[in-house]
């Protein structure tokens, strides 16, 4: 079992509508949850990070955390065609750990116009 | 501000052959990782140095090796390349929780 997992998509979103992502993890120690986005031929950007359970906002971007469930989700807002990426969660398992993100497979978000 | 940097862009050695890497992080950072990516495997973590020591390291062979200098620059090693080691390569400058990534070093391995 992957320790990180992700749906591999593609999922397809009408322009203006609301993407969602899931991201589920193994390890009940995890502290942060890191969600990049990844253009093809291109490095992860990151988007945000949560760690408390809740939601978290920044712009169009709302990153959700139950670690009870051991899911975190990603909310895109009014989606727009330049949101079509591959978006990658990661976590990290301890505080003394931040530099070693633990990356899902990705799931590749389509926006079609 | 300026970015990380990452040397050189593009890279083809043949099997046998060795490599280095290197990763130049944002200024005042004082933590590099790097990473691997294939699209078989995704991204996986290789290792990560704060203040010239290696702190983490996954679970790659002994010929992955790296090292970090007192600037915090970063350089990372493969010897004895193999055809698998074809990857992107990524390395990660990072302050707090937040890292950021280079452009990477695009390996391949003929």
């Known amino acids: 079992q992957k320790e990180v997992e992700q749906n591999s998509g593609p999922l397809s979103v009408p322009e203006g509508a609301i993407a969602s992502l899931n991201c589920t993890y193994s390890?009940?120690?995890?502290?942060?949850f890191f969600w990049y986005r990844q253009y093809s031929g291109k490095s992860p950007e990151l988007i945000m990070f949560?760690?408390?359970?809740g939601d978290k906002e920044d712009g169009r971007f709302t990153a959700q955390l139950n670690k009870a469930s051991q899911y975190v989700s990603l909310l895109i807002r009014d989606s727009q065609p330049s949101d079509s990426a591959t978006y990658l969660c990661?976590?990290?398992?301890?505080?003394?750990?931040?530099?070693?993100?633990?990356f899902g497979a990705g799931t590749q978000v389509v926006v079609t116009p | 501000k300026a970015g990380v940097t990452q040397t050189p862009r593009y890279l083809i050695k043949t099997r046998g052959q060795q490599v280095t890497l290197s990763c130049s992080p944002i200024?005042?950072?004082?933590?590099v990782s790097w990473y691997q990516q294939t699209p078989g495997q995704g991204l996986q973590f290789l290792f990560e140095?704060?203040?010239?020591?290696?702190?983490n390291k996954g679970n790659f062979p002994g010929r992955f090796s790296g090292r970090q200098f007192s600037n915090s620059r970063s350089e990372m090693n493969v010897s004895t390349l193999e055809l698998g080691d074809s990857a992107l390569y990524l390395c990660?400058?990072?302050?707090?929780?937040?890292?950021?990534f280079g452009q990477g070093t695009r390996l391949t391995v003929v």
């Open positions: 990661a976590v990290t398992a301890t505080t003394d750990s931040w530099g070693k993100l633990q």
């Open positions: 949560i760690y408390s359970n």
């Open positions: 140095y704060f203040s010239e020591t290696q702190r």
């Open positions: 990660a400058s990072r302050l707090g929780q937040e890292a950021f």
């Open positions: 200024s005042g950072h004082r933590s």
């Open positions: 390890d009940r120690g995890s502290q942060s």
